[in-house]
């Protein structure tokens, strides 16, 4: 079966730094995309970040480049979003995701899902 988990969510003050972590197993990830698709109260769902295969191409929405860093362990099986430099408007459930798809800002595309993390960006 496969899961992903994400963790790292919480409360930050504007300016501050968070690191979001997802656990992926039940199947190797090493040749499939992995992204970061947010979400805040009373809005869609939006892409953040995704990496293409382990060490692969990244891509990033334009309102977190660079601000934030997607990145993957060599296995592939751990996804990581380090955000820097945080904004209120960051504020969200995080979802990591993955799936066989080189269109990486459809959440559709997306096989696999977390539950996703809160990050909560106080000003």
């Known amino acids: 079966q496969v899961q992903l988990v994400e963790s790292g969510g919480g409360l930050v003050q504007a300016g501050g730094s968070l690191s979001l972590s997802c656990a992926a197993s039940g199947r190797s990830f090493d040749t499939i995309t992995m992204a970061w698709f947010r979400q805040a109260p009373g809005k869609e769902r939006e892409f953040v970040a995704a990496?293409?295969?382990?060490?692969?191409?990244?891509s990033y929405a334009d309102s977190v480049k660079g601000r934030f860093a997607i990145s993957r362990d060599r296995a592939g099986n751990t996804l990581y979003l380090q955000m820097n430099s945080l904004k209120p408007d960051d504020t969200a459930v995080y979802y990591c995701?993955?799936?066989?798809?080189?269109?990486?800002?459809?959440?559709?595309?997306?096989?696999?899902w977390g539950q996703g993390t809160s990050v909560t960006v106080s000003s």
């Open positions: 995701a993955a799936g066989f798809t080189t269109k990486v800002v459809v959440p559709t595309e997306y096989e696999y």
């Open positions: 990496i293409r295969r382990t060490g692969g191409v990244t």
